[in-house]
C-alpha cells in the first residue's frame, strides 16, 4: 500500500487535543501582524518575530515559533522511531505564514504564529475538503495527537495535510515559562470567539440552532455565528460581546 492511498477519516482523531483558539493566541502570542489577507505575509510584531526560528528538524527544514519547532522536533523523532518508512518520505509546504484561513476575512490562520505545518508524503499533498486522508496521515496523527498537536482532519472542512499545536499545548507552554516576553502573567479563560473553527464550534452551532438561529453548522465562527451569539447572550441577561466564556457555555448547555 502506498502511504498516499486515500481512505476516509478515521473515528476518534484528536483525543483531548483542541485546535488552538484565536483568543488563545492572540492572548499568549501576541498579533503577528495588523493586516491579513490570502497572501503569505512577514510577522511584524517585534516581540514574536524574535521568538520565530529557522533550522533542520529531523529530515525537514523549518521556520516557526521556537517552542512549535522544539516541539515538532520531539514528533519526528517519534515518528523515525515508530514509522521509519513514513519518516523518509515526509516533506512539508510551509510553517510559518502569516495570513488568514483559507476563504476567510475573520480567521486568522495558526500558520501566523509558526505553530502549525502542513505536511506532505512522497512529494504529494493531501487535498483539502474532500474528506479523503492519506493512510500515511493516519499513522502519523496519532503521535502528532500524543505531543498536544491538532490534526486538521478533524475541521468541517477536512484539512489533513494540516497539523497545529493544540490549545492545551499553548497554554502549558505558558505555564513553563517558554512565553517570557509575550504573554501575560495570567491565563485567560479558554473562550470561542470570531475565526475560531473546529468540532468546538460545530458543536456551539448546533446548540445556538435548538434555540432558532438556522446557522450552517460549518464549524466556522464567522460573523453569521458572532450575531446567533451575541442576540442569544442578549435574549438570556448575559454581556452581548460574542464570545463564548463560561457564562454562555453554561447558559447554552455546552
Known sequence: MSFTELVNVPAGINPDV?????ATML?????PRQSYD????????????????????????????????DSLERVLADIQREEPAIHAVLGHVGMLCA??????????SNHSWGTAIDLTLEGILDRRGDDRVQVGLTRIAPIFNGHGWFWGAGFRTEDAMHFECGDELIRQWHRDGLLQGLAPATVPDPVLSLGDRGPE????????????????ADGIFGRGTHAAVMAFQA???????????PMTRRALGL
Open 27 to 31: 492572548s499568549l502570542l501576541g498579533n
Open 235 to 245: 435574549r438570556n441577561g448575559l454581556s452581548a460581546d460574542g464570545v463564548v466564556g
Open 201 to 216: 464550534v460545530v458543536e456551539l452551532q448546533r446548540k445556538l440552532n435548538e434555540f432558532g438561529a438556522g446557522l450552517v
Open 18 to 22: 483542541s485546535s488552538a483558539k484565536q
Open 99 to 108: 495570513r488568514n484561513v483559507r476563504g476567510s476575512n475573520t480567521a486568522i
Open 38 to 69: 490570502q497572501e503569505c505575509r512577514e510577522v511584524t510584531d517585534i516581540r514574536l518575530a524574535s521568538m520565530i526560528v529557522f533550522r533542520p528538524v529531523g529530515r525537514l527544514r523549518v521556520r516557526g515559533l521556537r517552542p512549535a519547532v
